[in-house]
């Protein structure tokens, strides 16, 4: 088990460089960079368009912009914003905590609406409150978060005049209006999660009133919630946090591609990339805790 | 392709539906407040920015980004006056500058009650250190408007007293007095500047009507009345009148409108599109003011005139002779923010040609069916009647791609088949530059009707125009007639210098025309009062004489 152990740990390390190697060059890949987009329309000189290359270094050949990266990350320096000029670090760290923080909520919500009214539907099957709960899955699969939050915020002004507010207080500060900002993004990827781990909870249900194992669903029920942390993690946040103008990790990610910011966008997708892999692992280790039949070697 | 083709569909439903739509019913200009009303000193303005504001240094940067919420901490040397943006006004100067006989020497005048955010009176030192940072920038240093001041002799810039700067010229320059009120030239202090020559990249500190508070990246930038600040209003009260403002940074379409209809925000200083508007207008009603502006933004059509056949002056000739730009400003004004038909200069501004005369050039006269049937002549005098190339654009859909559609379908009834070839901006800009592209629709935005800047793209392309000038022509008649406009300091015959060369430009050689130019639609929460919309987005942003009103 130690040595199982030790090598996922190992694998995880050309895991991650293989996110390295393909972030930058599909990156770089696609033609223009930072500088053509920020001086796109504004008449300046191809001089200044030059020196600004020059000093972000992007006139460097490929491989030399790669070990300058590379240097930094085996230094746990994850480089310097080009859009703002200030280190990548800083600009994550403002954001981690609502991204956190909302990922949470929606992964609670998710379980919550999942769980009870998946066992239902099993337990129902076939019944109109089955279908009832089947057709409100399939809405959660079908529409994109977003999409969710979009219609959401139109109904809350549209009938009550209000909307959530754009700025970020920590729970720690006003537990109400933190809440009150999240709440409707927070239900817009928690309903979609919902879905996913409804549909799953209602077939594992069946699947175990069917074989009338019913310690063996409660251990089953425990990871669909893991999954629906995955894919909480892995998804849903990004374009989500643009419609409720979140300022969190997806909205920096998305305002880092519209922009170019190679450093940015790199450092982004390696801690995501990190975060998944390391999920993944605690994952595949909670199996063994939550089943005594699994066993790796 | 097959996405780009589905995203075009609606675009294209929007264009019919907008030909066959009545104009949209209580857009008529409005504005809050009346001339008559007092100020009302206190309040915190809350405003929307679109994009965040890449370095902290207007001198270096090109972006509204940055104007918007950091303007207000900061002087310039002149501004456009808030109560008529078409005229030049002394900010930290104490007047209008003197110029001698030769037109060479501008002798400046500064006011001698101007403070720094520190404490620290502003002198001459301060300004020369600021423009010689602009128009002589050291090593290291970007200025990408320095070009603008090419007039400026090396070590002209002299602090003849504490509070006296002279600019000596090496030649007679039209616009220069005018480029002293860009908004770009924040004041910024000469000991800042020798300490660090980049500090004011990450730091704030001028001499403006409001100090920084705070920036939280991506969410908002606060600032604060400045109590020491030397505005006064003409009662003699003193600016601002806020206490302060916050700019939220919302770059999603969708919520910067929820957040002007749920009153989160009271305004964005851009713009908005038609629909936009209404949708704000339906739900808010008579708590929401419109003010509504020609905007000195304009997409060119660029034929590449490196790549055949669009090296044959017939072809491009018959590519603008093929758009009847009346009619599209008929149908794109109702879904998009374009508007006037114009040459190079802005429709109704100083340098406009007037209509009858702008409608003898190619393309712009009011017979759309004879300018069609003398395109088609032309593409069969230059052997292209079956025309095909690909139409480079920019994956923005305000106004581009409903620009781009209806030129294309223009095109097409001319037997012209133009592949909308949509790209990201960055991919387009990396195309644009290497001279990638058959025929790209291309784009300009200034802040001040001034044909130096507006003709900057005309320039030969291996000359002056390196980098801006995409038809990659070079032509040293067009450099000669474009440097001498420049020179011409009499306003009624540089007028007419330009309108000679649109004619040229547009015309005779075709090298590269608008097609529509913007216009520019900001409703707003109507407690806000003391701001004029003007024909940029770019000046007029310092706050100093904005109020809330009940």
Redesign the interface.
Known sequence: MRRYVAGRLLLMIPTLVGVAILTFVIMRA?????V??????????????D??RH?LGLDKPMWAQFTDWMGEIAHFDLGTSL????PVV??IL??FPLSLELAIIATLLAITIAIPLGVLAAVRQDTWTDYAIRLFSIGGLAMPSFWIG?LM??AT??FF???P????TAITDDPIANLSQMVLPALSVGYRYSAVSMRMTRSTVLEVLREDYVRTARAKGVSDSIVVLRHALRNGLVVTE????L?GIG??L??AV?H?DYTLIQALVLLLASVFVLINFVVDMAYVVLDPRIRYS | MFNRQIAAFPVALALLLAACTPAPKGNAPTQSGTAAEQPQPGGTLTFIVNA?P??FDGHRE??FALLHPIAPHYSTLYKFDPNDLTKVIPDVAAAMPEISADKLTYTIKLRTDVKFHDGSKMTSDDVVATYNKIIFPPT?V???RA?AYAAVDTNGITAAAPDTVTFKLKYPSASFATNLASPWNFIYSAAKLKADIHWY??NIMGTGPFTYVSN?????WIGKKFPDYFGKDKNGVQLPYLDGYKA?????A??EV??I??K??AIEFRGFTPQQRDTLSG?LGTSLAIQEAPWICVNYVVPNTKKPPFDDVRVRQALTLAIDRYAGSTALQKITIVKDVGGLMRPKGPFAQADADLQKIAGFGTDGAANKAKAKQLLADAGQTNLTFKFLN?NITTPYEPVALFVIDQWKQVGITATHDV?????????L??GNFEVAL?????FLDEPD?QL??FWSASG?G???NFAYYDDATLDKMIDGQGRETDPAKRKALVADIEKYAMDTKAYQYPVLWWYRIIPYLSIVRGWRIGSNHYTNQDLETVWLGK
Do not use: M
């Open positions: 696609v033609p223009g960079d930072i053509a987009l920020k001086y796109a329309g504004s008449p300046v000189p191809q001089s200044v368009i020196d600004e000093q859009w703002t000029g200030h800083e600009e403002v954001r979009l915020v139109l002004i549209t005049g209000w909307a507010p754009l700025v970020f643009q419609v409720f103008n300022n909205k920096l998305v305002d519209a170019r | 965040e890449p370095s090109t972006t290291g970007l200025s990408p070009g990249e990450k939280t990246k991506g969410q908002d939220l940074i919302i770059t999603d969708s919520a929820n957040a209809r749920s989160q925000a739900a920019r790209k990201e901006t960055s991919a387009y800009q990396a195309d530059r290497a291309d784009f300009n935005c200034d800047l900057a793209k002056l390196k980098g801006l």
